[in-house]
Structures are given as C-alpha cells and as structure tokens.
C-alpha cells in the first residue's frame, strides 16, 4: 500500500509516515500471535516433533513482514524516490512479491486443513520467484543503465535487492511448508 | 527367597532393559512422560506374566529337570552371563541367558529336552524375522486407513500419540507374559514356586527394574528409534507387541530386543532405506549364539565350584 501508493505514484505523499507506523504495527503484532499459536500449541496434544516444526515455521514467516517493514524504513530514511523509467517495473515485482505472500498462506493453511494442494502452490511460488529474479535483474541492468547519479544508482540496486528478498523469503518458507507436509505423509 | 536372588536380578535387570523397547520412542520423543510410561509399563508387565505367563514357565521348566540347587544355579549362571556380557559392551539377550544356563544344566544332570530346545531356537529365529514381516504388513495396512483418514496435523499428533500410549502398555504386556518365564520358570521347575507366585514375582521385579534405572535406557535407546517418523516408530512397537505376544502363544521366551531390530529393518525394506547396520545384525547373531554359549558355561563352572569338597591330605 504504502509502496503503490506513495512512492511510486506520489513521491511527496504525506500519508507515508502513516503507512510505515501502520506496518511497523502489523510487524509488532506478528510477534505477538506467534507468541500466542506457542501458548495454544502447548494446550494441544502435538508431538514434540510438530511443535517444533511449527515454531520454526512461525519464526520463517517472521521474517517476511520484517522484509517489508525494512524496505519502507529504508525509503525513508535514505529520502529515496524512483525514476520514472522503472516504476511499472518496480510496481510489477512488488505486485509479484505480494502475490507470493498470498500464496504462502494459502499454502500454509493448507498444510494445517491438510486440504491439499501444497505441492502446486509451491510451484505456483517458485515460478513467480523464478519471475521476480529476472524483473529484479532486469530493474538493475536499466538501473546502472541510465544517466543518474552513480550513489542514487548503488540505493536503487539496493532496495530493488530488498523487494526481491521478499519472493526468496516467501519461497524459503513455501519450501519448509511443503517439507513439514512430506514428513507427516505416510 | 535369598535363593531367588538371582531370578529376581535377572527380572530386575530385564525391567531396567527391555522396557526402552516398548515405551523409548514415546518417552525420549516427549510424547509420553515417563513417569507416565514407567507407571504403565509395570502395571502392564505385571498383568501380563500373572495372566498370560504360564505357557512360557511350562516350556522352560520343561527342557531339562530341576532340583532346588540346580535351580538357583541356573538363575545366577544367567544373571552372571548377563552381567558380564554388559559389562564387556556386549549385546545380551536375557531369553538367551536363561535358555544357555538351563542347557547347562541339562548337559550337567544327562535330561535335556532336545524336542522343546529345538522349538525354542527356532523362535529365537522366528523372532526377528517376524517382527520384520509384520511390521511390513502393519505398516502397509495401518498407512492405507491413516491416508483414508485425512487428518489435519493437530488429530493427527493426537492420534499418534494415544496409538504409542495402547501400543506401549500392549507391549508391555506381552513383555511381561513372555519374558517372565526367564525370570523365575526353573524355581517352578525345581518346586519352590507355584506357577502363580513365579508368575507374580517375575512380573514384581521386571516392573521394579522399569521403576528403578529403565529411564537411561529408554533415553538412548527410544532416541535410536525417534530417528524414524512417528508413524513408523507407532508401527513397529505395534510389531513387537504382536511378535511377542505370539511367541508367549507358543510358550517360549524371546527376545524383545530381537523382535523391534526386526521390526525396524521390515519398516526400511518398505521404504527403501538402511535402517539396520552391519553391527546390529552382529549383535543377533551375538545374541543367538555367543549368549546361550557364555551362560551354558556359567552353569557348569558354578555347577563344578558348588561341588568342589575339601579332602584333607592325611
């Protein structure tokens, strides 16, 4: 939201701060469910090996709000605005990256439901990894490119680094979802 | 009963030992607790040698003929051989300590019956191998209704573990209704007990075991099992449980040790994986031969040291 909206459409929107606070918010609340599912899991009847897994997989999802919250310090922080010549493209690989994320809990309520389907989600998740890795070279390549200065050049290429890190996130979970859901197939 | 001293070591030591066969997986995965696991283990292998021991105590009583002293030979010949064996890190089988000294005996007093022996070796054969061809079935069966089942990961966790809880106490049932014999069968044999108070005496001191020391056991030896799934471990304490308590329908004591090696190996020939090393099947082999041999030997040398007399020089 705050991406899309703010610096990719209006480099001076003032809701900006706003969106950070909210998705520092969301960040904080991510700890706290965990801290809870950790609470509930020990009312359950779960095996020692499934708690762990689980925990592991809690702290795996983590880090992918982290990613996000990262990113939009870091845009404000270093003031960074993004030329006009790559913005469809940055709106792209945000718009694939969240579409990994979507598919991640898709996946990993599945696993819970054991409704199936986990092993194709984790292709659908690979594939648009596999197609943010290409947009991500592809941002840099016009990025390094272009006339603009050579430091704005080396923040770009480092925050386009950081949006593809939420795909890689999203499929290192997606992989651990599909091993959890192999282990407990008889 | 200073007498049955030696019955009641190898009962205790039987506890200590072969109780990780039946509740390690559950206790050192943290399934189970094990005091839980202790508790149930004993009331179990008392149920089971009170109710289910007899045919075992007659098999054994029944291969050679006992007097008081022979008796209690054979019982600390045994529990030596055990205790030696462990001592040196050599695998022992307590089934084949006790048969050993009882041939000792039976070579010793010229009674041997080679008829009920040669059923008890094929047994001790049968074991391993039986165990593997029914946790392979098991497995196949049991896999088949758990998939048909599609549970999510919370009954499924359930399902596991109140299966390792029943599993557990039937193993240790049968534990108890087979591997009671070996504890106190010869004093039936020799007359000193009833087939009852052998029974409940065995089954006593194999639970005092499991109270006392089995919890080390269970730690290393369940964590050797935990290295398969959960599933699997469910399945091959199942085998044991079925394995074991077949044989005591035969009336002869083996191995439980024997018996989820077995079961282990048929759950890796089903999923195509090496789950039984080259040393593993030495010691079977340690356990079918060099046990019985040791403590056949104890026999005839406590037998010969009993009767050495001081003839004074004139």
């Known amino acids: ?186 | 009963m200073f007498s049955l001293l030696g019955g009641i070591f190898m009962g205790w030591s039987l506890g200590a030992n072969d109780a990780a066969n039946v509740f390690g997986a559950a206790v050192s995965s943290k399934m189970v607790k094990f005091h839980t696991a202790a508790i149930l283990a004993s009331i179990f292998v008392i149920l089971g040698a009170v109710v289910s021991g007899y045919a075992g105590i007659e098999t054994l009583k029944g291969l050679t003929s006992f007097g008081k002293e022979e008796a209690v030979i054979s019982s600390v010949a045994a529990a030596l051989a055990v205790v030696l064996m462990t001592a040196f890190g050599l695998p022992v089988s307590t089934s084949q300590s006790v048969v050993g000294s009882i041939i000792g005996i039976g070579i010793l007093n010229g009674q041997l019956n080679f008829t009920g022996m040669g059923k008890v070796v094929a047994c001790w054969f049968g074991t391993p191998i039986g165990a593997a061809v029914v946790s392979i079935i098991l497995y196949k069966v049991l896999a088949y209704l758990y998939n048909r089942l599609n549970l999510n990961m919370f009954e499924s966790d359930a399902l596991i573990r109140i299966g390792m809880i029943i599993v557990g106490s039937f193993g240790a049932y049968a534990l108890g209704a087979n591997n009671v014999a070996n504890v106190t069968a010869v004093f039936v044999g020799a007359g000193m007990l009833s087939a009852f108070n052998a029974a409940l005496i065995g089954g006593v001191s194999i639970a005092l075991g499991i109270m006392t020391f089995s919890r080390p056991v269970m730690e290393t030896v369940g964590r050797k099992l935990v290295m398969l799934d959960p599933f699997s471990s469910f399945v091959v304490v199942f085998s044991l449980g079925i394995t074991v308590y077949f044989f005591t329908l035969l009336g002869v004591p083996v191995s439980s040790s024997q018996a989820i090696i077995g079961g282990v190996l048929g759950i890796g020939l089903i999923r195509g994986v090496d789950t039984i090393s080259h040393k593993t099947l030495f010691s079977i082999l340690t356990g079918w031969f060099l046990t019985p041999f040791i403590a056949c030997l104890f026999a005839i040398l406590i037998n010969y040291i009993v009767h050495l007399q001081y003839v004074p020089h004139r």
């Not at chain 1, 054991?114 to 947009?135: A, V, Y």
């Open chain 1, 1 to 186: 939201m705050a991406m899309n909206s703010c610096f990719l459409n209006d480099p001076e929107c003032e809701n900006f701060d706003f969106y950070i606070k909210q998705t520092h918010k969301y960040e904080n609340k991510t700890s706290d469910i965990s801290d809870e599912i950790n609470n509930i899991m020990y009312g359950k009847t779960l095996i020692p090996d499934s708690r762990g897994d689980i925990m592991k997989l809690l702290n795996k999802i983590d880090t992918i709000p982290r990613l996000f919250k990262d990113i939009l310090y870091m845009v404000q922080a270093e003031r960074l605005t993004i030329p006009d010549f790559i913005v469809d493209e940055i709106r792209e690989l945000i718009r694939i990256s969240i579409e990994c994320c979507e598919l991640l809990i898709r996946q990993t309520v599945a696993l819970f439901k054991n409704s199936g389907g986990i092993r194709t989600l984790l292709g659908n998740i690979e594939t648009n990894e596999s197609h943010c890795d290409n947009i991500e070279r592809r941002i840099v390549a016009t990025i390094f490119d272009s006339e603009i200065d050579p430091f704005r050049k080396l923040q770009l290429k480092d925050l386009i680094e950081k949006i593809g890190n939420i795909s890689d996130a999203a499929e290192g979970v997606s992989k651990f979802v599909n091993i959890m859901s192999l282990k407990r197939r008889v």
